[in-house]
């Protein structure tokens, strides 16, 4: 291959560890043809988890790309789900089959709610950039931003029934908009902090909102339009409604027009027990039960009643009244006179009551609730420590009790992970937290074992891997035995925090340092264990190094003739094993080294820190070979990888590095981690990485058989770079429009540019072959003979000997259809004029009629200007202008008598064979049929 060394790349291999991430809400899903309220969609870092409550397992995993999920959000037909992305794209996953063949970019940064209307056909998303987009999911496009909070989104509903839209933000504000004219007719200023929350009530005529109180602000809305007469136009100072264009007075205009659609005023309020903010807010899909929260682990459940159960109520309060009344006048003696009739006014708190509440094992992040047959509610809760629980209650009882049905917490940490090991058969991983250990298998990334225990700082397994030993941050060894799961022993080792362990290269013992200054050395014993009478696993402390300052990290050559100490006076110092003599003190970083490791020949030593440095020494005379920046944040982890001079780096910058220490260079880049990496392990073979986060994901990395190449690698981060420079841009201005309230949806980036090029490409192609055909002809008639056509160009060929225009047609058609007016508009205006005449011969042909009508409108709508000013088009314009209309015309018939025709099949199959054609009258057909079955049992009985 001609290279002088050879790299081999590591790819990411599996994401394991979390069950949610606290980013991204949870919500209920319909799968498989599954029984409602048995799964549950989370996030999971960039993947989106389905995970069956009742089994605890993972049944589906929705995989993203390199962004972190931060909202879900299942259509109302239950087959699809919207997945926003903290860098603002919006994708459409099919429940299914898991793929996603729909994606929207529009936003700027991460989005932070999401919205489908009543029949799925549009999705509205809000963002932390303070805007609102309107996306039409049918035609795969966006219709339009909405601009006017100060801050970011935190919910936007749609009124079903018309065409109106509320948002609420963190700038305190509630805002109702006119879909019809993209405009904000209203703005609620009844909060004094952040709106995090709101849901729609009593078929939409309420609206409920929390805030950074302990009030839950209730606001009656009336729709003005449905109550108005249909009559003569409302007449306001003199003016009808139909003169207010006219009227000079903003102000005026905007009154006028909230009059004309609704009115919004408050109602009262209810107190919730929580004291802080609400942290997330929701209702079931009827509008029947309302969920709240703060930042502790208590749900609060509110019943909305219906007009009929409040009107009982409100008799049973005025029969009360009225005895009260009664009992009154008769202990007064009846001398005076009859008082007049109780009155009972109606108040929120009659139509809005307590539930209950339900109290989680820890702080709740988010919550999603579904109504279910019988009048059960199911709760499904994500909780702040990487857990979910679920609950179940009949909201029809006097005083309901939730009953906890699932948790799943196996397949996770509740808190971060600091450290990790392999085992030396290369299958086994150890994983260890604030409060337990897990051994995973890591072909199947099942956990083994789980184990209750201190907080670990280091961890490694005994050779034969039948034990464990963890050190903890209380300064103990705790040794525990896999094949019970039980723990053997808890050593008092140290004073302070037990940051490192290293086991002996004879592997008969261990060596700790720990933060009393101390470095122990240790040798493992068989002893006889009292309860059972069984030989089990000790440590015995043989030795101890005192030293001056805290000790960071320990480290054995693997010769055993050496013992690195990094101490927290930011040096390292090296000492032989077996005499404890100082050998060398290695110094130069400026802040304390928090890891370091040994090459296998005893070589080198290289050291990370926390001044973001590696340094690379020699173990000979302990000169430090070279010094390279690593990471833009500490450096938390070190290890060679076995039999190599290639080691790598974690940092809290989320990166994790592979570097040569023979040439000082960065040979690759591991990404995917969305918080600080903690630490990694490499397994024995070195074929295996695993890391974890404080994102609480643990990821597995392979070692491929693709080389790499650093040339192209760089040349690839370059490229990289430019690209996403490019993206950043100024964003295409469409001329003609000004920086108001509504904006096009759509945004410039790396995949709008890219289309932009091949159809100028595409066009370019057209040009040249249509030169080409001008040359031919004059050849052959200057010639006065027939001479042989030109050779076509080869992609043209490679596309299956295409015409020209129909290779522009085809690039036209694979763009993307959310990316397409701005690809368009990307398009410089010479190209224009013959894009135009292309789109003409294709309407004539019929191709693509209802894309060519897109694309044709919209650059009629922002080329506007120079089209009609110039004189060479107006013949183009006046046949576009003919030929679409009959086109669409003749388009427009032909599926009108389509569905006339479908239509009429439907009746005949239905009355013929009695059979509901479409799949949402199987139900009422299946119950018909039930209702025949019981009918004909009766009569048989009577009979």
């Known amino acids: 291959m001609g290279l002088t060394k050879q790299y081999l790349r590591y790819a990411a291999s599996a994401v394991f560890g979390v069950i949610g991430s606290q980013k991204a809400n949870i919500a209920y899903v319909n799968l498989r043809g599954g029984e409602r309220g048995r799964f549950v969609a989370v996030a999971a870092c960039e993947q989106v988890f389905i995970w069956d409550s009742r089994k605890g397992e993972k049944i589906l995993i929705l995989k993203g790309q390199k962004h972190e999920v931060t909202f879900l959000c299942p259509s109302p037909d239950g087959v699809h789900i919207a997945v926003g992305y903290e860098d603002g794209a919006v994708r459409i996953f099919n429940l299914q089959n898991g793929e996603s063949n729909v994606s929207f970019n529009g936003h700027k940064s991460a989005v932070t709610t999401m919205n489908y209307d009543g029949l799925g056909a549009r999705l509205v998303t809000g963002s932390r950039d303070t805007d609102v987009i309107v996306w039409d999911i049918i035609n795969e496009c966006g219709l339009y931003r909405l601009r006017g909070h100060k801050d970011v989104i935190t919910q936007a509903l749609f009124l079903k029934d018309k065409n109106l839209l509320v948002t609420s933000s963190k700038d305190s504000f509630v805002k109702w908009w006119d879909l019809d004219t993209q405009h904000c007719f209203k703005t609620l200023v009844g909060h004094r902090s952040e709106v995090w929350g709101m849901v729609l009530l009593n078929r939409e005529n309420r609206l409920l909102t929390g805030s950074a109180d302990s009030e839950l602000r209730a606001w009656d809305i009336n729709y003005l339009q449905e109550e108005k007469a249909v009559g003569e136009p409302k007449v306001k100072k003199g003016k009808t409604l139909l003169d207010d264009e006219d009227d000079d007075d903003e102000d005026d205009e905007d009154e006028s027009l909230e009059e004309r659609i609704l009115s919004c005023k408050k109602a009262g309020s209810i107190l919730r027990e929580a004291r802080d903010r609400v942290v997330s807010l929701t209702a079931d899909a009827r509008a029947r039960v309302v969920a709240c929260h703060g930042n502790d682990s208590v749900l609060e459940l509110f019943t909305v009643l219906t007009n009929e159960e409040v009107q009982r109520k409100m008799t049973k309060k005025l029969k009360k009244a009225k005895k009260k009344a009664a009992k009154a006048q008769e202990d007064a003696g009846g001398e005076e006179e009859a008082a007049a009739e109780p009155v009972v006014e109606k108040m929120l708190k009659d139509e809005i009551v307590r539930l209950t509440n339900i109290k989680a094992s820890a702080k709740i992040r988010w919550v999603d609730c579904l109504s279910c047959a019988g009048g059960e509610l199911k709760v499904a809760l994500l909780l702040q420590n990487n857990t979910i629980e679920t609950y179940s209650l009949k909201t029809s009882d006097k005083t309901p009790a939730a009953n906890k049905t699932a948790r799943l917490t196996l397949a996770g940490h509740r808190t971060d992970v600091r450290t990790l090991a392999f085992s030396s058969d290369n299958l086994a991983v150890l994983s260890a937290s604030g409060d337990t250990v897990k051994v995973w298998n890591r072909s199947t990334l099942q956990v083994i074992r789980t184990m209750a225990c201190d907080y670990a700082l280091c961890s490694l397994f005994v050779p034969g891997d039948r034990q464990i030993i963890l050190g903890t941050k209380s300064g103990k060894l ?24 290293c086991l002996a290269p004879d592997q008969r013992g261990i060596v700790t340092g720990s933060a009393d200054k101390k470095v122990k050395f240790w040798e493992f014993e068989l002893i006889k264990d009292e309860g059972t009478g069984q030989k089990r696993l000790t440590v015995k402390h043989t030795r101890t190094l005192q030293l001056e300052e805290d000790v960071l990290c320990v480290k054995f050559s693997p010769d055993h003739r050496l013992l690195a100490v990094s101490l927290l006076d930011c040096t390292v110092k090296i000492f032989y094993t ?17 890891c370091l490791d040994m090459s296998h020949d005893n070589t080198l030593i290289a050291t990370g820190s926390a001044d973001r440095n590696v340094k690379i020494w020699g173990l000979d005379f302990g000169d430090c070979h070279r010094s390279m920046f690593a990471h833009d944040d500490s450096v938390m982890f070190l290890q060679f990888v076995p039999k190599t001079h290639l080691f790598f ?58 080389p790499i190449i650093l040339e192209e690698e760089r040349e690839m981060e370059r490229e990289a770079e430019f690209e996403e420079s490019m993206a950043k841009g100024d964003a295409p201005v469409v001329p003609g429009e000004t920086e108001g309230e509504a904006a096009p949806a759509a945004k410039k980036t790396v995949e709008t540019v890219k289309a932009a090029e091949r159809i100028m490409e595409a066009l370019e192609i057209y040009k040249e072959e249509n030169r080409k055909k001008e040359e031919h002809k004059y050849a052959c008639e200057s010639a006065g003979k027939e001479l042989p056509p030109p050779k076509p160009n080869p992609i043209l060929v490679a596309f299956g000997n295409v015409s020209p225009s129909r290779y522009v047609l085809d690039v036209v058609k694979k763009v993307r259809s959310s990316e397409l007016e701005v690809s368009l508009l990307v398009l410089p205006f010479p190209y224009v004029p013959e894009l135009l005449r292309l789109f003409n011969g294709y309407i004539q042909q019929g191709l693509e009629v209802e894309l060519v009508c897109r694309c044709l409108f919209f650059l009629l709508k922002i080329h506007f200007g120079q089209i009609s000013s110039n004189q060479m088009l107006l013949s183009v314009i006046d046949e576009l202008r003919t030929n679409t209309l009959s086109k669409v015309r003749e388009i427009r018939d032909m599926m009108g008598v389509n569905g006339a025709a479908l239509q009429f099949l439907q009746r005949e199959i239905e009355g013929k064979e009695d059979v509901m054609f479409f799949a949402d009258a199987t139900g009422r057909l299946a119950d018909k049929k039930k209702k025949r079955r019981r009918r004909e049992r009766a009569v048989f009985a009577i009979a």
Do not use: N
């Open 478 to 501: 705790q040794i525990f035995e896999l094949a019970s799961g039980s723990l053997l022993e808890t050593v008092d080792a140290h004073d302070g925090a037990l940051w490192s362990l």
């Open 578 to 594: 077996d005499t404890l003599k100082f050998f060398l003190s290695l110094y130069g970083h400026k802040l304390p080294v928090l």
């Open 649 to 706: 780096t974690a940092g809290k910058d989320r990166k994790i590095k592979q570097w040569d220490a023979d040439k000082f260079e960065h040979i690759q880049t591991l990404e995917g981690h969305h918080r600080e990496v903690w630490c990694l392990t490499i397994s024995p073979s070195g074929d295996h990485i695993v890391s974890s986060s404080h994102d609480k994901s643990l990821r597995l990395w392979e070692r491929t058989r693709e």
